[in-house]
């Protein structure tokens, strides 16, 4: 393991989760070289301390380990692998982790893709929001080999608390589609539970603290269903992020021929809440499209 | 409040929970008269202390506090209202608790006749199944008037340890509803994330571990995802009883006007296992339907 204090990292998209990300990574000492498609993200990140520059492939030409953490998998494969990506440039022996949320199918192809060009590939999606992404305590899933794992580790406990190494590539992005499947289904669960209590009169909110510490508990009860009861569903995580989630899972759940009944629905009723124009809304206002009172 | 020692309690339903329930009571120094339909519980409990009694006018002509545990709406109605029912020897001021799952429509009607013949009533079903009956640590979940939840608090304080006055009567019964649909409807979320990891070539037990702490972090998928990971389906709670209570949930839901798809989804897999065979199985061997590997 090299000196966290010599060791250079770039850092591709500079979005909500990245911008955060980048400052705990400046505070534990990396030296930071920062890309991103619009200017002003990598300005405020240049004044903090790291070093801005144009392209992916710019990036991953100064430093030993590339983090990208960008929109999609169609974003992802344009850093990785565009006109300037950062394949065309990659020093031997450097490591790539991609820590958004990219589908499991093209996470294996960009793996191989790196190590033929000599580069480790560790696929380390995660879990906690721009609240998590700012306080460093984010959950952190990864796929990848040992050594790449082991190399990605010291970088992960900056960003991350729980940090697992789920299995080979792609299986911290299944772990990934877990989640978001367990969250949305998890979150239709406390709505319609929290729905039937007003329905039949009876006060939600006490409902929802009857039930803690029970079988029925969980941190979407604890946390999106108190949102549920005060009816605010400021963000957290947008339907449609839900939505694309969901949608991504049962892709890759088709592809290997399992159907998954309880998200396709939850996925349908994100559609619906969508249409109704609760694009924009916390995923936790599911509730609204199932409350009658 | 009386003094524990002199108060005399009567508890009808000596089945899986209700024995447990009544060594606890004895044990706690209450009298205790009981009946039951078999023979068998009622001697057992003679031995540990009970008077043992023919019907529930019999133990309600004795006794202060009537407790009723058995097994769902239908019976609860024949121990209140049947022929040698508690409501044809109700003491005065005496108080009926009903801690078994009943219907809410139901439960409103039981409590009223009670009142009217000049007893309280307080809806006080439990989640925790036989362990928590066992070791005294039952949620319980209250439905009555101030004076009922009152006078029934330091008896259900023997039997649980977290015990929330959700609101007037039926309260209890709709938030154990509610409790029902989201340990269903999780068991499910669990169920689909599980099997989709495996179906990718993924451990599902180091998904699971992956996603502890975080938010699809539930006590189901701690308890029940273990489970599925073991491949184990021993009790726990019978899918019959899962796919009743949830069936029950979207009865009330019917009688509001309150659609609930999720949970109509989840109650239709329930009758697909059960038609499998699975009936006897934890509500858990959900996950046997799903998964393809």
Do not use: W
């Not at 903090?48 to 590339?66: C, F, K, M």
């Not at 609240?131 to 080999?145: K, Q």
């Not at 991350?160 to 190494?165: Q, S």
């Not at 939850?266 to 924009?280: F, P």
């Amino acid at each position: 393991m090299q000196n966290q204090h010599t060791q250079k990292i770039g850092f591709i998209g500079l979005g909500l989760m990245g911008k955060p990300m980048c400052r705990n990574l400046i505070q534990a000492g990396f030296e930071l070289f920062v890309a991103n498609r619009s200017a002003q993200p990598r300005a405020e990140l240049a004044e903090a301390g790291a070093t801005p520059l144009e392209t992916p492939g710019q990036v991953a030409a100064r430093a030993d380990t590339v983090i990208v953490m960008v929109a999609d998998t169609a974003a992802v494969e344009s850093v990785l692998l565009g006109e300037n990506g950062v394949i065309h440039s990659l020093k031997d022996n450097s490591l790539v982790i991609d820590m958004g949320t990219t589908s499991v199918t093209q996470t294996r192809r960009f793996a191989e893709l790196i190590s033929e060009k000599g580069g480790l590939y560790v696929d380390a999606p995660v879990s906690g929001g721009t609240i998590g992404a700012e306080s460093g305590n984010l959950t952190i899933m990864a796929g990848g080999s040992e050594e790449g794992f082991d190399r990605a580790l010291p970088i992960l406990q900056v960003l991350g608390e729980r940090i697992t190494h789920v299995g080979t590539s792609g299986a911290g992005q299944v772990a990934k589609a877990a989640n978001q499947v367990i969250v949305g289904l998890n979150i239709g669960a406390a709505a319609e539970a929290l729905a039937l209590a007003k329905a039949a009169g009876v006060d939600p909110g006490r409902v929802r603290q009857a039930l803690q510490g029970g079988f029925a508990d969980s941190r979407i009860l604890e946390v999106h269903g108190k949102r549920m009861v005060d009816g605010d569903y400021s963000l957290g995580a947008r339907c449609t992020t839900q939505r694309k989630d969901m949608h991504q899972a049962i892709e890759l759940a088709a592809t290997l021929g399992l159907d998954m009944p309880a998200t396709s629905l939850s996925r349908d009723l994100y559609d619906r809440l969508i249409e109704d124009g609760g694009a924009d809304l916390d995923h936790s206002a599911l509730f609204t499209l199932l409350d009658i009172t």
